[in-house]
């Protein structure tokens, strides 16, 4: 079965750097996007970017545009989303999640998720 | 960036009632538009894709409508697991982007 296990919760002084993984497996990895998504407590859903991890191709939303980085290792079927100069408002849980059509840019729905990975900030 | 707009940001519901959520986007969007149900401590899962496509494995209850730029998502007949927060997204262009939320509460 399809699975994506996201790496343990990280606890981070401001300006620092987190890296969180996102292991796939029941499927082929290099055949589906994934796209990372947080949510700040009690908030709403924010998308910040996308992988092919196929291709190592990437687009990142504006907002984060600088500070995120996305790669991914085939050799392990990993997906990592690296984010820097953290502050105080990037306190959120993240998520990884799969595109459910292979092989495509677009559309985006997302049919499998992380558990979540809680990234604290704070001095 | 396409903005998406749910009402109402909360309902009470009783378990049997029918419930009706409502998502608008800033422009057409044609029919490319995702519901996804929410659990506390949960990641989302995907109800309903291409606007009115019911996802693998969730309840025929569940149904989605609209296209260009008013979505519908309604629940036929509420039950006790259904009791969540649900978010519309919109599907075909970057950045993706996401209603606020719409927490769908027991009476």
């Known amino acids: 079965q399809v699975q994506l296990v996201q790496s343990g919760a990280e606890v981070k002084k401001p300006g620092a750097s987190v890296k969180v993984s996102c292991k796939a497996s029941?499927?082929?990895?290099?055949?589906?996007?994934i796209h990372w998504v947080r949510q700040a407590p009690g908030q709403g859903l924010e998308w910040m970017g996308i992988?092919?991890?196929?291709?190592?191709?990437?687009t990142y939303a504006q907002k984060f545009q600088g500070r995120v980085t996305m790669t991914r290792d085939t050799s392990t079927s990993t997906v990592y989303m690296e984010l820097s100069s953290l502050r105080s408002e990037d306190t959120a849980v993240y998520y990884c999640?799969?595109?459910?059509?292979?092989?495509?840019?677009?559309?985006?729905?997302?049919?499998?998720w992380g558990q979540g990975t809680l990234v604290t900030v704070s001095s | 960036d396409i903005q998406m707009t749910q009402s109402p940001s909360s309902v009470s519901a009783s378990v049997g009632d029918r419930v009706t959520i409502t998502c608008r986007a800033s422009?057409?969007?044609?029919?490319?538009l995702a519901w996804y149900q929410q659990k506390p401590g949960k990641a989302p899962k995907l109800l309903i894709y291409?606007?009115?496509s019911l996802q693998s494995g969730v309840p025929s209850r569940f149904s989605g409508r609209g296209s260009g730029t008013d979505f519908t998502l309604s629940i036929s007949s509420l039950q006790p697991e259904d009791f969540a927060t649900y978010y519309c997204?919109?599907?075909?262009?970057?950045?993706?982007?996401f209603g606020q939320g719409t927490r769908l509460e027991i009476k």
């Open positions: 029941g499927y082929t990895f290099t055949s589906y996007y």
């Open positions: 997204q919109v599907a075909n262009s970057f950045p993706i982007t």
């Open positions: 999640a799969r595109d459910r059509i292979s092989l495509t840019s677009r559309p985006n729905y997302f049919d499998y």
């Open positions: 291409a606007a009115s």
């Open positions: 992988i092919n991890p196929s291709g190592d191709t990437t």
């Open positions: 422009q057409g969007i044609s029919g490319w």
